[in-house]
């Protein structure tokens, strides 16, 4: 079986196609990075327009690259949400109209249980396994109970983690996104030259909080005044160790209700743009080994936003006859705990 996977919910325009054994056998991604460089972040009105530009023909080139016809396809996939809707009804518009002329189901997939599935693409992943899902827009705790079946356990109360890394890049001087440029900045730099604060280290429960690690990070740069090149990498330095403790400490409390609630063997799965983040993946890992978790993260290009996890999650729900009518509505807010999923079965 082959699906089409269709991703514009944020500031990438995405088509791939990925076939039921879990080859991926096209994925193109074009970034819209400097449509939005001038902004800061990304502007959504500009991100819908460059959806509209440039999803046609990255669908063609697609199925060209995979050597497919859109005939060839079992079903079309598309992100409905959550995200920035225009950039969404884009997306899904267009996944209805090529399901609607190929006489192929649509499955409207969840771009963060898309994140959280794509591990099982490249990896023998049973359920139940916990998420840690870190991107720009989420930072979320999550147990993957079965497909379509997931438990909420922490959420960040301000701030996403990918948010955080945006905001105080900028701070540093770095353009956006400002994750890549923090994490290439701090392998030069002594992240104990400045003090940073753990929002909610050492607090009952899984909950993260970003923005006074964001507002300590502004206070440094004021006092510090002009900052030379090897205090910026000093900073970045400390901001990323900071935000590894508070990812390591709300986990470790995460893992522990996992492990009261389900048999091992006990898996922990990072998704998620921010999973990119070598020296949080290494943190993660010490504490993943430490806890009697195994530790996966999909590889870099898996990791941010891409349509081969939507294909991927697009051939799961198709494997349990989950499909969706052309009415389906897109979603900005769709949380992950309230999804369709194949019978209310208790496996928690
Ligand atoms: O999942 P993603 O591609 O898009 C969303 O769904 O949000 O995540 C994008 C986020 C951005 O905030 C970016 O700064 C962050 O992921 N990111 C990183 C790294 N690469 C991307 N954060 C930290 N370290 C990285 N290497
Ligand atoms: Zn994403």
């Given at each position: 079986?082959?699906?089409?996977?269709?991703?514009?919910?944020?500031?990438?325009?995405?088509?791939?196609?990925?076939?039921?054994?879990?080859?991926?056998?096209?994925?193109?991604?074009?970034?819209?990075?400097?449509?939005?460089?001038?902004?800061?972040?990304?502007?959504p009105e500009i991100a819908a327009r460059a959806h509209v530009e440039h999803l046609d023909g990255l669908v063609r080139d697609a199925l060209a690259q995979a050597d497919l016809a859109l005939g060839d396809m079992d079903a079309i996939a598309a992100t409905a949400g959550p995200g920035l809707i225009g950039g969404v009804l884009?997306?899904?518009?267009?996944?209805?109209?090529?399901?609607?002329?190929?006489?192929?189901?649509?499955?409207?997939?969840?771009?963060?249980?898309?994140?959280?599935?794509?591990?099982?693409?490249?990896?023998?992943?049973?359920?139940?396994?916990?998420?840690?899902?870190?991107?720009?827009?989420?930072?979320?705790?999550?147990?993957?109970?079965?497909?379509?079946?997931?438990?909420?356990?922490?959420?960040?109360?301000?701030?996403?983690?990918?948010?955080?890394?945006?905001?105080?890049?900028?701070?540093?001087?770095?353009?956006?996104?400002?994750?890549?440029?923090?994490?290439?900045?701090?392998?030069?730099?002594?992240?104990?030259?400045?003090?940073?604060?753990?929002?909610?280290?050492?607090?009952?429960?899984?909950?993260?909080?970003?923005?006074?690690?964001?507002?300590?990070?502004?206070?440094?740069?004021?006092?510090?005044?002009?900052?030379?090149?090897?205090?910026?990498?000093?900073?970045?330095?400390?901001?990323?160790?900071?935000?590894?403790?508070?990812?390591?400490?709300?986990?470790?409390?995460?893992?522990?209700?996992?492990?009261?609630?389900?048999?091992?063997?006990?898996?922990?799965?990072?998704?998620?743009?921010?999973?990119?983040?070598?020296?949080?993946?290494?943190?993660?890992?010490?504490?993943?080994?430490s806890q009697g978790f195994s530790l996966t993260v999909p590889p870099m290009e898996l990791c941010t936003d891409n349509a081969a996890m939507i294909a991927w999650a697009g051939v799961e729900r198709l494997e349990a006859g989950l499909t969706d009518d052309l009415e389906f509505p897109a979603r900005a807010r769709w949380p992950?705990?309230?999804?369709?999923?194949?019978?209310?079965?208790?496996?928690?």
């Amino acid at each position: 079986m082959y699906v089409l996977g269709i991703e514009t919910s944020c500031d990438e325009t995405a088509a791939a196609v990925v076939s039921s054994d879990g080859v991926v056998r096209s994925s193109l991604i074009y970034s819209q990075l400097t449509d939005h460089q001038d902004y800061g972040g990304v502007v959504p009105e500009i991100a819908a327009r460059a959806h509209v530009e440039h999803l046609d023909g990255l669908v063609r080139d697609a199925l060209a690259q995979a050597d497919l016809a859109l005939g060839d396809m079992d079903a079309i996939a598309a992100t409905a949400g959550p995200g920035l809707i225009g950039g969404v009804l884009v997306g899904l518009v267009t996944g209805k109209a090529l399901a609607l002329a190929s006489g192929k189901p649509l499955i409207a997939v969840n771009h963060l249980e898309g994140h959280a599935l794509s591990a099982r693409l490249f990896d023998d992943i049973e359920f139940p396994f916990l998420v840690l899902l870190v991107t720009g827009g989420h930072c979320q705790l999550v147990e993957a109970l079965t497909l379509g079946q997931y438990r909420l356990l922490g959420t960040t109360i301000d701030d996403a983690v990918g948010e955080a890394f945006d905001k105080a890049a900028r701070l540093m001087g770095f353009g956006y996104p400002g994750g890549p440029e923090i994490e290439a900045a701090a392998r030069q730099g002594d992240p104990n030259r400045f003090p940073l604060p753990r929002p909610m280290s050492g607090r009952a429960g899984c909950d993260f909080s970003f923005s006074g690690l964001k507002t300590a990070v502004r206070r440094t740069v004021e006092q510090a005044g002009p900052m030379d090149g090897q205090a910026v990498k000093n900073l970045a330095a400390a901001f990323q160790s900071a935000v590894a403790d508070v990812l390591a400490d709300r986990t470790s409390n995460a893992m522990e209700i996992f492990t009261d609630r389900h048999a091992g063997p006990h898996r922990l799965v990072v998704a998620g743009g921010v999973a990119a983040n070598q020296a949080l993946a290494t943190r993660l890992g010490g504490l993943a080994e430490s806890q009697g978790f195994s530790l996966t993260v999909p590889p870099m290009e898996l990791c941010t936003d891409n349509a081969a996890m939507i294909a991927w999650a697009g051939v799961e729900r198709l494997e349990a006859g989950l499909t969706d009518d052309l009415e389906f509505p897109a979603r900005a807010r769709w949380p992950l705990d309230e999804l369709p999923a194949p019978r209310a079965t208790d496996v928690g």
